[in-house]
């Protein structure tokens, strides 16, 4: 089967009781048993839950692997990673990172024993020097959030073989549509449902999914362990989210170019951190492993002044100043008050997230509208 048709089929089953071409959101938490054990498969819905399975199932097709867990929110997902690791061991993740991703390391993790390592991965040389024997997970974001970076899945993965150490990759901004790390060498993939999967703004979950079996059943045991899953209603939203993946992707790449086109021509405006500009340092590597380049664009204020990016996002009057991404809807954010608040600012400024950055996350909406708002909210 190919994306399109997995979108929609993907892992699905027409509902056997009726037939009905959704599957039912199994509201319950238990089922009954005509003898001690005697169940058709499903006994509590922390463990199990056929709305929730169905989900499942569509996460692993549409990532190409064959294992697929939701979770409550992106940082449950992340949780359950982190629970595969003992006191002593160390990971290697990117520097410019999601400031949640961040937090969770730094402020929960790091107190538990384990060693993080921030570096810049665009030159993937550079990880192979933080590996020792304690090593046991490259986390890798890409493109990364909202420097737009780029890092070589494939080499990475290469490296992390060599050591045997996991990979484990944030797929959030990219989604499966323009990219598949699995097939890229990774062991894990992660995603914020509550984004691009989702797409419309209306729920928070988390996913991952794994080719491997042994990989799977730890991560189901800790999903089961720890509880932290997501409920049956948000998981039929979350399939209905899938089902037009494919096309709002199209839109939200198509609508991402024309808005980074249009900012890189503006005078008012110094930079633009778009990976789909040849002039991008990771423009061949995007090229190479993503079908397209998405619709997520950062962009910095020739005026350097933190009110200067504050009054742009205060004026903007399509696009909503709010958190989060990948919704139908454009967002715009300023990532040092907002997303990225919760690292130093010192942190912050050395991968390049200034007070004068704006993040975009380019909606399907007309983009002549689009444009138009930022003409009149710049100047
Ligand atoms: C939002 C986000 C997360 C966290 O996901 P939640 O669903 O908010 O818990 C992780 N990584 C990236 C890249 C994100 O954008």
């Not at 692993?60 to 867990?69: D, F, H, P, T, V």
């Not at 730094?106 to 030159?123: L, P, S, V």
């Not at 399509?318 to 608040?341: C, I």
């Amino acid at each position: 089967m190919k994306f399109n048709t997995k979108t929609i089929h993907g892992g699905q089953e027409n509902d056997p009781a009726y037939g009905s071409v959704m599957p039912p959101i199994y509201q319950t938490s238990t089922y009954a048993q005509s003898t001690p054990g005697g169940h058709k498969g499903y006994e509590y819905s922390r463990t199990h839950n056929p709305t929730r399975n169905a989900l499942e199932k569509a996460f692993a097709s549409i990532e190409n692997g064959n294992y697929g867990l939701a979770f409550g929110s992106g940082l449950a997902a992340i949780d359950a990673v982190l629970k595969l690791l003992s006191p002593g061991d160390e990971v290697v993740s990117t520097n410019d990172l999601y400031g949640g991703t961040y937090r969770l390391f730094t402020k929960i993790y790091k107190d538990f024993g384990i060693k993080f390592h921030f570096i810049g991965m665009d030159n993937v040389a550079h990880i192979e020097s933080y590996i020792n024997k304690n090593t046991k997970l490259i986390w890798v974001e890409t493109p990364t959030n909202p420097m737009m970076n780029i890092i070589d899945i494939k080499a990475t993965s290469q490296i992390a073989k060599e050591h045997n150490v996991l990979l484990a990759v944030d797929n959030t901004f990219a989604t499966p549509y323009l990219q598949q790390p699995l097939d890229l060498g990774a062991d894990i993939v992660m995603h914020s449902v509550t984004k691009y999967i989702g797409g419309h703004s209306d729920l928070v979950m988390g996913a991952l999914v794994v080719k491997d079996k042994a990989l799977a059943d730890k991560l189901y045991f800790i999903q089961n362990a720890s509880g932290a899953i997501c409920g049956p209603q948000d998981a039929f939203l979350a399939l209905r989210g899938i089902k037009t993946l494919h096309v709002r992707m199209q839109r939200h790449c198509e609508n991402g170019r024309a808005v980074a086109e249009y900012l890189a021509l503006h005078p008012k405006i110094d930079k633009v951190y778009w990976p789909g500009f040849e002039n991008h340092p990771n423009h061949d590597i995007a090229k190479s492993q993503m079908k397209d380049f998405g619709g997520m664009v950062s962009f910095v204020t020739a005026d350097s002044n933190y009110n200067a990016a504050i009054k742009i996002v205060e004026k903007l009057k399509v696009f909503t100043l709010a958190e989060s991404l990948g919704g139908v809807e454009s967002l715009a954010g300023h990532p040092a008050s907002m997303t990225h608040a919760s690292i130093p600012k010192e942190e912050r400024e050395k991968t390049g997230i200034v007070d004068a950055l704006i993040r975009l996350s380019v909606g399907i909406e007309d983009v002549e509208d689009l444009i138009d708002d930022l003409k009149q909210a710049i100047g």
